[in-house]
């Protein structure tokens, strides 16, 4: 009988946080955006708030526009910590260790101090604008440094790198090194290790990358409402102004349970490839 | 073929990557610590307006920081807050992560599924999806719905941590103590907790940052109270760039790269006491992950 209540001593408590804070917010959420109005007003099931956010152009240019930053922001990202993580697993040595410290250092940083920091480097009358114009390199401040989608992209690939990084640096911890001896025995250049050895094996770490940092890319409404302007405006900001400047929770909801939804068919796709390229190699 | 030019390719593999790795982890420090260095720089500026030239050396910013209220309210909110989330998130992950690697029992799936799948719900949909909740529900937004959702998503990253430290040593420990008269406590107390003391050690610090530099959740969940990057952020939204900020970011950032490195040592030398070497150290930043 004492074995028994084991489970429940060990995991009552956070999962009762969970299912009362977590689960049950998520479903009321749901509930609201399929709904007019609050929750007890009880008008009926409604799928008009969908309808409104799916049907609106403006709504879908911003998706494009969160699409294009996101994706950027990733690209660069994976293009900085592949090389990156190579070197940590492989080259640094004596300063592996150190320079894990400064990416786990770099993600503690506060991101709102670091979005303020780029903001001070960009804009009109910012560093980078008047140091070039003191050194003679332009005669007028470029613009199109702050509140642009440059910005944005700047500011977004510094904020998750540390978790790009990170999981690609482990699935290449992980590799037995004698394959890539093998691989240059048999006659394989390096370019050829690289992509038939290298990256099937540290694929799964760039799958782990994609679910920590892509879908946050895409919700992340922060760095876009600070350096974004109306050029960088993106997903996040549409979820902020529904709830907070239009009092439309039924909106904000609704656009909230689609992203969520868009996220959640993302992970699947991303988890499916990556078990069959496993299987294929 | 193969054999004329191995040698070639051979040298170069060897020079010019090493000056590349150089380059490379020279360009990522720059960008990531270079921007709050500038910014660090500025907090020193004798003009109100952060901008070139140089103006001259003064401390009169961290002054009118420490005698600005709001300032002053946002940071000690951030700083209770954070402490009470890393304590409860503690215990929480550490009970979790034992129940859910150690125990057997019917459910045991889902309920992993269900801490997991916090980890992958990006914080805004939390952050929404608490406002909303609260508002039905007809509770006003204070500091302690701000602490409670952020102990939501952070305990489940103890939870990640503090698993991937159970799995990684051998059960054949516990049952020994066991077997030698130890009772379920003292188990945990004498064999568990020494092993998983520096994955707890990193949760912890995780806790707190993840909790401290919160904005989404805090932002929606808040209400009228206001944390350190809320506040941050509603001073950028309204008004230029200001000195003041820089001032008290300055602090801010000195502080958690003291805590970084503090908790560094602090696993380091809990690690060596198991005498463990640097393979598990960097198990405990990569462990969670995978």
Known sequence: MRERLRPLSFLGPPTAVLAFFFLAPMVVMLVIALQYGVLSGGSGWTLTNFGNVLGDSLYRDVALTTFQIATAAMIIQLAIAVPLAYVLAYKAGRFELGLLLFLVLADELNPMVRIYAWRMLLGREGLINTALMEIGLINVPIDALLFSKFAVIVVLSTSYLTYTVIPIYAAMKAIDRNLFEAARDLGAGWFTTARRVLLPLIAPGVFVALLLVYIPLFTDFASPALVGGTEGYMLGNVVNDLVLESGDLNGGAAMSMLMLGASALFAIVAYRLTKIRQLES | ?290
Do not use: C
Request: net charge positive; charged share 15%.
């Open chain 2, 1 to 290: 073929m193969a054999g004329s030019t191995r040698p070639i390719g051979q040298r170069l593999r060897r020079g010019a990557p090493r000056a590349a790795s150089v380059a490379l982890v020279a360009f990522v420090l720059v960008v990531l610590f270079g921007p709050v260095l500038v910014l660090a720089l500025f907090s020193f500026n004798d003009s109100s307006i952060i901008s070139l030239p140089w103006e001259g050396f003064t401390t009169d910013w961290y002054v009118e920081a420490w005698g600005n209220d709001q300032a002053r309210d946002a940071v000690v909110n951030s700083l209770v807050i954070a402490t009470g989330v890393t304590i409860v998130s503690l215990v929480f992950g550490a009970a979790a992560a034992w129940g859910l690697t150690r125990l057997r029992f019917r459910g045991r799936g889902a309920i992993a599924g269900l801490h997991g799948s916090v980890l992958v719900v990006p914080w805004l949909m939390i952050g929404v999806a608490g406002l909303i909740f609260f508002s039905e529900l007809g509770v006003s937004l204070s500091l302690e719905t701000i602490a409670i959702m952020h102990l939501v998503v952070t305990f489940p990253l103890v939870v990640a941590i503090v698993s991937a430290g159970l799995v990684r040593f051998q059960r054949s420990l516990e049952e020994a103590a066991i077997d030698l008269g130890a009772s379920q406590l003292q188990m945990l107390r004498y064999v568990v907790l020494p092993q998983i003391a520096p994955s707890l050690a990193a949760a912890g610090i995780f806790a707190f940052a993840w909790s401290f530099n919160n904005f989404e959740i805090s932002f929606f969940t808040g209400g009228f109270e206001q944390t350190f990057p809320v506040w941050v952020f509603s001073i950028l939204r309204q008004s230029e760039n200001l000195p003041l900020v820089n001032a008290v970011s300055t602090v801010i950032a000195v502080v958690q790269i003291v805590a970084v490195f503090g908790a560094w040592r602090l696993i380091k030398m809990l690690s060596h006491r198991r005498g463990d070497d640097k393979g598990q150290l960097t198990d405990l930043v990569t462990g969670a992950v995978r």
